[in-house]
C-alpha cells in the first residue's frame, strides 16, 4: 500500500468493552471461542477514528519501508498504545521448543532484525549454511575485521552490517569469530531444528581425528543457541561421568539430549537460569523432581 507513494488514510479501531474479546495471539483462545465469547456479550462497542489524510514527503515516496512506519507511528499515538517491531517470523524464535529451546531471545530478536535487513535470510538453504561453515573451519579460529567480514559475506561495509559484527566483538578488539556469526544465523533461520544447528556448530569446532570438542568451545556454542550468559557445563560432565576429560563428541551429547526433555534446564548452569527460580518445582541435575516443600 505504500509502494505507489500515494497519499493513505489512516483509520484506528478502538474497542471499548471492559471484556476484550476482540484481540487475539498466537497463544489463548483460538478464533471459534472469540467469536463464541463475542457472542456472549449483550453489547459490544467498537469506535473508528478517521485520522487526517497522510501525504507522504520525498523521502518517505522513496522509501515504502519509512513511509509505512510513519504512518503506523501515527495510528499507534492517536490509540495510545506501545509499538514492536517483531515480524511473524520473530514468532518462531519467541516460541522455540525442545532441549535446546532459547531462553533469552532478545539478543537473537535483535541478531534476526539485522540480517533480515541485510537480505541474508532470503533464500538461505542449508546447503549454503554448510558452506559458509566449511569456509569458516578453514580459517582455524582466525577472526575477522569489519571488512574481512564483509569480504567473507560478500556484501560492502554499512551501518547495519557493522552492528552484525559488533554483536560479536566480544573482545572489544574490532575482530570476530566467524563461526559465531554462522551458529546465530542458522539459529534464528530455523528454530525448531536446534540439533541440525548443534551439529553444524560441532562441524566447525571439532577435532578432525576425535571429533571431540573441548568444554569451552561447547559452552560459547550453547550461549549463542540459547540466548544466554555463562553457561557452565559441570553438571552435563557429571552426568557423562568424565568430568576429568572435558571434552565430547556429537554422538555423545545427542545421546544425553535424547534422554533429558529439559536437558537445557537440567544439565546446564548460565546466568539467570530457572533453576534459580525458587517458586514451583524444580529439577535436579540427575532429573529427579523436588518439591519446593520438600
Known amino acids: 500500500a505504500f509502494i505507489p507513494g500515494f497519499p493513505v488514510q489512516p483509520v484506528v479501531l478502538r474497542y471499548l468493552n471492559k471484556l476484550d474479546t476482540f484481540s487475539w495471539t498466537w497463544h489463548g483462545p483460538g478464533a471459534l471461542k472469540i467469536l463464541w465469547l463475542t457472542l456472549c456479550q449483550p453489547h459490544n462497542s467498537v469506535e473508528i477514528e478517521f485520522l487526517p489524510v497522510y501525504y507522504p514527503s520525498m523521502k518517505e515516496r522513496e522509501n515504502p519501508a519509512l513511509f509505512a512506519s510513519n504512518v503506523r507511528k501515527l495510528m499507534a499515538k492517536a490509540l495510545d498504545v506501545p509499538l514492536t517491531d517483531l515480524s511473524f517470523d520473530d514468532r ?106 548443534l551439529k553444524l556448530a560441532f562441524k566447525m569446532y571439532e577435532n578432525e581425528d576425535s571429533g571431540e570438542i573441548t568444554e569451552d568451545d561447547l559452552a560459547v556454542i550453547l ?49 539467570d537460569h530457572p533453576r534459580s527460580d525458587c517458586t514451583g518445582r524444580l529439577q535436579s541435575c540427575n532429573g529427579q523432581s523436588h518439591n519446593k516443600d520438600n
Open 92 to 197: 518462531e524464535i519467541i516460541l522455540s521448543r525442545g532441549p535446546l529451546r532459547i531462553h533469552d531471545c532478545s539478543s537473537l530478536l535483535h541478531f534476526n532484525q539485522l540480517v533480515c535487513r541485510l537480505g541474508l535470510k532470503t533464500g538461505t538453504t542449508d546447503n549454503m549454511l554448510e558452506e559458509e561453515a566449511r569456509r569458516a573451519t578453514k580459517l582455524q579460529g582466525d577472526r575477522l575485521g569489519l571488512e574481512d567480514f564483509a569480504q567473507f559475506l560478500n556484501l560492502p561495509v554499512t551501518d547495519t552490517l557493522q552492528q552484525v559484527h559488533s554483536l560479536f566483538d566480544q573482545a572489544g578488539d574490532g575482530k570476530i569469530d566467524v563461526r559465531h556469526y554462522i551458529i546465530a544465523l542458522s539459529t534464528v533461520q530455523w528454530p525448531h531444528k536446534s540439533m541440525d544447528t
Open 223 to 271: 550461549e549463542i543457541m540459547l540466548g544466554v550468559k555463562e553457561v557452565e557445563l559441570s553438571p552435563l560432565f557429571l552426568q557423562l561421568q568424565a568430568s576429568d576429560m572435558r571434552k565430547i563428541t556429537y554422538d555423545e551429547l545427542q545421546c544425553l539430549i535424547k534422554q533429558r526433555p529439559h536437558f537445557s534446564v537440567d544439565c546446564l548452569n548460565f546466568k
